[in-house]
């Protein structure tokens, strides 16, 4: 049985204003934060603010006068937008390279129009369009990518189009008895939620990103949110997509699993918007829970950390969220804090001969207090030894889930050079590739004065491994910022290779186009450009992004 | 860690023999489920046993001199079996109509030779030589296939040579820390368990096929066994797999998880032998459990007990193995079955008033006693209403749960058409699926003399859908038994189009391809075409099966 969706109660379809990579009000540091730094990291520069946007050197539209009117003619005039803050509000995403061009350093990849379809059948024949006037078609959701995923690069092309899809922002229909949803792909996550709560429903997809991204960007990057032990990663709950390619729609999903010869879902999934533009998803969807509660324990040691969260993976006793801070991260968390008393807290870890304090935080769901508590008992016991906490750093950990965005700002603001970057590999490898990679980001990034900080978490947990999740800090280098972190970016791919994925949830975009050869290999290279070659013949969709040249040779890379 | 394997301690590599269909000495009916037969089918034949290999008409091996000469050199001449028995032991799979085949209706599809190569080297070499020789290779492990999937087709090639992955029979290690056990893929199930067996691991992957199959052909087809609720599909099961082809080994899988583009694992599992040969697979394992246990319970009429599976698979309460018979195989199961008491279950039933029995199963598993009980629990408690039946039911089912293809050699001896299909849908549609199969079956089956029997059970159930598969007993039509099984199983297979896959778990192979292009649609038949021309550019690989040749039109189909 399907519902149908009231849309009168939806709200006005709207064109998200871009976003410069400003933080806003709610990114200041603390005081504490700041002297703690600078003590560590030798950070010394004080308040580097974004420039404006009218300090940002910003090319006229090139999209040929032919290209616009045909667009125009498809979704109107007035969503086919050339002015300069539109063109710069969807200039890239959101990674350290990408805020930095917002701030000067660099130059922001800018297209010549952002064009707002506002239904499927405009996004058939946007794409179809823009196949035949020559035009690279950038699709584009809530922006989040740090991976170049919407750097808007013209590939050849004679111009270069922003392809929002803020406009295809409904809830399609409701099935709940298979307990699945119809979303078209702009429908950003808290609205999608939002929607589902009124059917008592949830996806349980909750990424960092979780406050701007759409559910056709979660699809199109293989997504995985903070609460994939209890709900499973993004490609787990699509059932169907629609994905609008220059040769027509090709629509997929008939039943929950088949044998009719490889399963596509998978190609598409994870296209990064090179084979089409993800239009329409069909969605696993699971019933609201009533309860819940974060917990913080304490193990000793990130290898200890490590097994006990293998025990609890391998064990079914993972909650819904589970989260294993190294001791570094561990130190950083305390020391950024606000609200907690670290002092106290290492006091009482140290009176229970706790060495290397490594967090854990765990998360359960249940539809009712005793299901909940069924799982929590489950984890506590197959816990053993760890000191438990309770739920303050749990509380706190879940009252700043998706604030990393906003504290990065505050970071940068400070001087900082501060990203994040991912992998995941086999648990009896997983001690070396976090020890490879913190020891290429370390080695690259250590200078005279700048002592950089690099920590590490597991937030991803399964039966054969794990993901590690690395964040670095260091003072910024005022001289080559965009230098700097390339060249330390590029130590920890060359890390990671052969060791574990160059990218577990972030997607490969342009930054990591280079290393997907290693881990596909030629032969998985040459079948993902077929296929492209087959469903986007002119070479239009997101060109650079998965598919791309040969890695660099070592040293600086050029900028993109 | 990865443990060395003490190869010792495996058997002497072995050439399987063929297998031609004949039941063997296990394969009779007992007298009381003759006259049943006789009864509900008007079944009037008796005794129709199979013909001697000698009966058969088999053209001379036309595989050119150059080609068995290089083939002679990769693998020993010893290794390219040419003689009359060996070919038509690989001479198709074991669906209805191969074995009719092999009773006189219809042509085999004998290969020109067997190949049998001894490691992942030489089945590459193998396989670049019969691109370069213009031969067909057709795949080939336990030759389970009932969809026409190792068909000897030459597909207009000079010749075609079954390739046998017979020899590639070793466990090459084992990871306890991950989890992670590395295959060759000619090693069959019940070697697996028992490979594993001794680190005290299992696969978890009883499908009807168990006794013959291999890990490569579970792979290749998408492989769902009977365990699937409580291990997952085949294709969860495969973290890594090396696949020859003729530009190269493709190898891949670095992590449980990635976000590095398309998951291409995915389009190498299913592949069903036309991009390459499967030569190595790794497999996620698991503790073998100390406890089981299988019980019968009752639910009145089909609809209640898809309700109840749907139930438990939303409420994650399903046993390791869960499996709903609608009224019609229930009621076969109890005429069919020697040791059970059908009339006293009856009286039973009808005393608690159930109208429509419908025989559910399911079994549990647990590391301890404690934990196979508290399984139970919870799913006796998600059933409420159900007639429990205890574990005669159970156990009586698990006792023949590899039986099947015994029981059909049987069936076929006694003059009956017997075969089996299966789909899968989303929840809300299952009951309109199976209704609209249910009625092509009946319908294209029914005969003056003949009635058809069509039962049918759910034994694969998701949050979001089940499968269906649906068992057919019929007299055999002695002027044309072919036509009669192309009929039925075309009208089946168009009542599902729109309506389900084409197939949950037996593969597209020869029998599905035409009716894949609906399912998948034009641009997916294209992309799959794509992906065939860049591995295999000669198209020596399985020919016609997996891309096929447009539906037929209405009418019978010419045979293959």
């Known amino acids: ?74 979704v109107g005039a007035e969503h086919v937008l050339v002015e300069r803050e539109d063109r710069l509000g969807r200039a890239g995403g959101l990674s350290y390279l990408d805020l930095l061009g917002r701030r000067g350093a660099g130059r922001p990849t800018v297209p010549d129009a ?31 990518s740090v991976v170049g995923g919407v750097a808007a690069l013209r590939g050849g092309k004679a111009a270069v189009v922003v392809l929002d899809l803020a406009r295809l922002d409904r809830l399609v229909s409701v099935d709940p008895v298979s307990r699945l949803a119809v979303f078209e792909a702009g429908v950003v996550a808290p609205e999608a939620e939002r929607l589902l709560a009124a059917h008592g429903l949830t996806l ?65 999934v994870g296209s990064e918007g090179a084979f089409g533009v993800i ?22 040691g990130f290898a200890a950390g490590a097994a006990a969260v293998r025990t609890l993976a391998q064990g079914g006793a993972l909650g819904t969220v589970t989260r294993l801070s190294d001791p570094r991260e561990t130190e950083v968390a305390l020391a950024l804090a606000d609200g907690w008393r670290p002092a106290a807290l290492r006091a009482y870890l140290r009176a229970r001969g706790v060495v290397e304090p490594c967090l854990l935080v765990v998360g359960w769901e249940g539809a009712t207090r005793a299901e ?6 489950a984890t506590r016991r197959a816990l053993g030894p760890a000191v438990r906490l309770g739920v303050g750093p749990g509380n706190a950990w879940r009252a700043g889930r998706f604030a990393g965005p906003r504290q990065r700002d505050a970071l940068l603001d400070a001087g900082m050079c501060v990203e994040t970057l991912e992998t995941a590999t086999y648990w009896a490898g997983l001690d070396r590739l976090r020890a490879a990679v913190r020891g290429a980001l370390l080695g690259s990034l250590t200078a005279p004065g700048r002592k950089p900080i690099v920590a590490c978490h597991i937030s991803h947990a399964y039966e054969t491994g794990a993901s590690l999740y690395f964040t670095v800090l260091v003072p910024r280098d005022a001289e080559d910022p965009v ?12 890390a990671i290779a052969g060791l574990g994925t160059i990218t577990h949830h972030h997607a490969t975009g342009v930054d990591h186009a280079p290393y997907l050869p290693e881990e596909i290999g030629a032969l998985g290279v040459d079948v993902l450009a077929a296929i492209k070659d087959r469903l986007d013949p002119r070479g239009v969709l997101n060109p650079g992004k998965l598919i791309a040249a040969p890695p660099p040779a070592p040293g600086p890379r050029p900028a993109r």
């Open 483 to 494: 230098g700097q972190w390339q060249a330390a970016k590029q130590a920890a791919c060359a």
């Open 279 to 300: 239009t329409e998803v069909t969605l696993r969807v699971r019933p609201a829970p009533a309860w819940d509660r974060y917990e913080g324990f304490v193990l000793d």
């Open 372 to 377: 909940m508590l069924s799982r929590r008992r």
């Open 204 to 268: 349980g997809h909750f990424p960092q990103s979780y406050e701007r991204a759409t559910l056709g960007g979660f699809a199109a990057t293989r997504s995985s949110g903070q609460a994939s032990a209890g709900y499973g990663r993004f490609e787990d709950m699509v059932e169907g997509v629609r994905l609008a390619t220059p040769r027509g729609e090709w629509r997929l999903g008939v039943s929950p699993a088949s044998a009719a010869g490889p399963d596509l879902r998978h190609l598409v």
């Open 1 to 74: 049985m399907t519902l149908p969706v009231d849309h009168s109660v939806l709200p006005d379809r709207r064109v998200r204003a871009g976003w410069t990579g400003s933080g806003g009000a709610d990114a200041t540091l603390p005081a504490h934060a700041n002297r703690w730094l600078s003590a560590k990291t030798g950070l010394t520069a004080r308040g580097t603010p974004v420039a404006p946007d009218s300090a940002l050197a910003v090319a006229e539209s090139g999209l040929p006068a032919p290209a616009r009117a045909v667009l125009s003619a498809i």
């Open 114 to 144: 952002v064009v707002c379809p506002g239904n499927r059948a405009e996004v058939q024949r946007v794409v179809e369009a823009c196949a035949e006037h020559d035009v690279a078609v950038v699709p584009f959701g809530g922006g989040t």
